[in-house]
């Protein structure tokens, strides 16, 4: 149980302000994570780590020289927005080129990528290298689907330590690869670990048994076995993982026994002990392991075995020295203390005319969003428990902070009088800046694009109804990639889209339009039950998903319900923008 807090949204922030405090000889706060607070060679490469908090050391543990140059740190356990990994990157930055590394999660990937792009555009070259290690989460001929645990640490050690050594980008970005190729993790849960505020963890273990190839997030294991003998725990992991070893393997290994939160550390020796005695007996030797907390998932009660199969020049990187709050090996050089150049202030906001239709449309979109929240609020809990299902069961609080976070930038937009762009430019922001998750990028910036969409004319007909859908639409197809059929939102999406359109075409009114194309998107998201998940995080646990609807196509059913009932009803016909909008059918009526 996590309890110490004074608000639980509150959290993440406030933990990671002490964490700062307690280590400011290491690190120094940044808006979206933290960097080192000690000199970086100029010209160095700057390693760039992140992720979701609660998995502590990972990921702002881990900053200091002989390691990362930065982490970008989100919600517990939630991506950081690409606001947040962009800044953090700019102010690691030391004129040596970025590589983003981070484990794989399809959120991480979402907005860690696209702060590469903006990082790339602004002529900060930039590279990535994802975490691959937890051979649970996908076979070894998909292993680029595999997701990150505990092999976080090896790869973020070794890039560390190349950058350190004044190596260049290329190199840095080859050896962080290699270093991946060759690490192999598999994890076990006893008990699941409990979100602050929550009054229940994320999954249960049933008493006496235990779950192999848990999430670092809460995902429930692959598959449930009694609880065995400590040897028996040691041989099954050990062996597992040699049967996945890499070709090309050598005989010297990193051994890392990693606890996820709440598993003693006597526990975690004595496993260790004979860890070592059995890949000993298969002829390999173990070169300076690792046996602690190194990436924890809260109060998970569970640990992983990560192995490392080392070459020489793997190994000289390995026993370099670090020097970081969580993470200390060797003698480092000292450091004198980093001026922060202040590259990481945001651009004054500049202002901008909206015209009277705009901002009429901007009032209609932040009461729209008001409505999106209330129904997201009413069904929060239920998307949360569909999630757990298959997910880590974040779905609803997700969605929720969201939600909470765009709908109080429209109305503050709109209360200003801002422009339809600005209101949902700036909701989609706070969005994807507040929620998270692979959901929360999607909506983010799909809401963003349909304000883009929408701009700041002089007036509104239509047809500007079907291209603000469909830029919402191809934002979330164009970022997430999803195809039809591989039960995610997008399964939802296409036919509220197409069903829309072909009302809306045909001479519906808005409001009628949009009701029919809520039911065509409720009915497609109940049919996604039969579907197995291929992308996201439910994809490890296809098989425990079906049965089941995806939660993100019924959180866009409910939403897209709420919101046409809305707006077929008569709030609606007091803003003129929109009521000529709604009115107004067809593309044919497009002034
Ligand atoms: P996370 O998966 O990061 O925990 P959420 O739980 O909030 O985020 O959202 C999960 C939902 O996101 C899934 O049910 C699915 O509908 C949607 N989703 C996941 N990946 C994609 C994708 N690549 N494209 C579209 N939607 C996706
Ligand atoms: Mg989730």
């Not at 949204?9 to 933290?34: I, S």
């Not at 292993?143 to 092999?151: Q, T, W």
């Not at 090896?154 to 080859?174: C, N, P, Q, W």
């Not at 480092?332 to 500049?350: K, V």
Request: proline share 4%; hydrophobic share 45%; aromatic share 6%.
């Amino acid at each position: 149980m996590t309890q110490i807090f004074d608000n639980p949204a509150d959290f993440a922030d406030e933990a990671l302000d002490g964490f700062v405090a307690a280590n400011r000889g290491y690190v120094a706060r940044v808006d979206g994570g933290v960097v080192r607070s000690t000199e970086i060679p100029a010209g160095q490469v700057s390693l760039v780590v992140g992720g979701g908090s609660g998995h502590y050391p990972a990921f702002a543990g881990l900053v200091g020289p002989g390691l990362a140059a930065g982490s970008a740190c989100g919600n517990m356990f939630a991506s950081p927005a690409a606001g947040q990994v962009y800044r953090v990157a700019k102010a690691a930055n030391a004129g040596g080129g970025v590589l983003l590394s981070y484990g794989n999660y399809a959120g991480d990937v979402l907005h860690f990528g696209q702060a590469q792009l903006r990082l790339n555009a602004e002529g900060i070259e930039t590279r990535t290298v994802l975490v691959t290690d937890d051979i649970a989460s996908a076979p070894l001929d998909q292993i680029e689907k595999r997701r990150g645990i505990a092999g976080d640490l090896t790869v973020f050690k070794i890039a560390g330590a190349a950058a350190e050594a004044g190596l260049s980008l290329d190199e840095v970005e080859r050896l962080a690869i290699k270093t991946n190729h060759r690490t192999r993790s598999l994890g076990v849960a006893f008990d699941g670990c409990t979100l602050p505020g929550a009054s229940e963890p994320l999954f249960h273990v049933p008493a006496g048994q235990m779950s192999l190839g848990l999430g670092i997030h809460g995902e429930p294991g692959i598959s449930e076995h009694p609880m065995p003998t400590a040897s028996e725990l040691a041989e099954l992991l050990v062996s597992r993982l040699l049967e996945d070893k890499p070709d090309d393997a050598g005989s010297r290994v990193v051994a890392i026994v990693n606890g996820l939160g709440t598993v003693k550390y006597d526990e975690l020796f004595l496993l260790f002990g004979k860890v070592e005695k059995l890949l000993n007996a298969a002829n390999l030797t173990v070169v300076e392991p690792e046996c602690g907390e190194l990436v924890t998932s809260l109060d998970m009660s569970g640990l992983s075995l990560t192995l490392l199969w080392l070459d020489d020049e793997l190994e000289q990187f390995w026993a370099a020295p670090a020097d970081t709050p969580a993470y200390r090996k060797g003698n480092t050089a000292p450091r004198a203390r980093r001026e922060l150049s202040g590259a990481e202030d945001t651009a004054a906001e500049d202002t901008e005319n909206a015209t009277a239709a705009s901002a009429n449309l901007g009032r209609l979109a932040a009461a729209v969003l008001a409505q999106v929240r209330d129904v997201v609020v009413e069904h929060e809990a239920e998307l949360g428990d569909l999630d757990a299902i298959a997910g880590d069961g974040d779905h609803g609080i997700g969605m929720r902070r969201g939600v909470d976070a765009a709908a109080a930038a429209g109305e503050q937009n709109a209360a200003a009088g801002a422009s339809a762009e600005r209101v949902l430019t700036a909701a989609g922001e706070a969005w994807s800046e507040r929620a998270g998750g692979t959901s929360g990028a999607l909506w983010g910036t799909a809401v963003m694009a349909a304000g883009l969409a929408l701009g700041n004319r002089d007036s509104y007909a239509g047809g500007d109804a079907t291209a603000a859908l469909s830029a919402f639409t191809n934002a979330i197809t164009e970022l997430g990639k999803a195809e039809p059929g591989d039960k995610t939102m997008v399964d939802a999406l296409l036919p509220f889209r197409d069903a829309f359109t072909e009302a809306f075409d045909g001479g519906a009114s808005l409001g009628d339009a949009l009701t029919t194309a809520a039911s065509a998107a409720n009915e497609a998201a109940r049919q996604t039950a039969d579907l197995r998940p291929l992308k996201g995080r439910a994809r490890p646990l296809a098989e425990k998903s079906l049965g089941h609807p995806d939660p993100g196509a019924v959180s866009f059913g409910l939403i897209a319900e709420r919101v046409a009932a809305y707006l077929a009803s008569d709030a609606v016909d007091s803003t003129p923008a929109a009521s000529h909008m709604a009115s107004t059918a067809g593309k044919g009526a497009t002034e």
